[in-house]
């Protein structure tokens, strides 16, 4: 339960502060802030996220799917709302935390069991 806290917390931060920050500072220093959050630091927290989910898949299953739904939320609230845009990088950060999440959970299980 504190590990969903703290993803929530941290997703909440990523997602609503640092675009927001785009937002303030209009311009290059906000397309240069926009730019490392949505090409550099939102797919790493989406990986590690899924790495750490996946090794209790049954009970943080949910998480990724939660965290991509804030990510597209405040994308909507903070820049423009019903973009399509968005939506396909929300599609592509959850799915990159899917395979991520799927990947330590089934290399966890072939350690553990040394068979799928």
């Known amino acids: 339960m504190k590990k969903t806290f ?3 917390g941290i997703s909440l931060f990523l997602f609503l502060l640092c675009p927001w920050l785009t937002v303030l500072f209009a311009g290059m220093n906000g397309m240069a802030i926009c730019l490392i959050l949505f090409f550099m630091i939102n797919p790493l927290f989406f990986i ?8 209790n898949m ?14 597209l939320i405040s994308c ?3 820049f423009d709302l019903g973009e399509i845009a968005f ?7 959850l ?11 089934f290399g966890k299980k072939l350690q553990d069991t040394k068979e799928l």
């Open 76 to 78: 909507w609230i903070l």
């Open 95 to 105: 799915s990159v935390g899917v395979l991520s999440m799927l990947g330590a959970h």
């Open 58 to 71: 049954k009970a943080h299953w949910w998480l990724p799917v939660c965290t991509a739904l804030i990510y």
């Open 48 to 55: 590690v996220e899924g790495l750490s989910c996946g090794m």
């Open 87 to 93: 939506v396909w990088y929300a599609g592509l950060y």
């Open 6 to 8: 703290i993803y929530i």
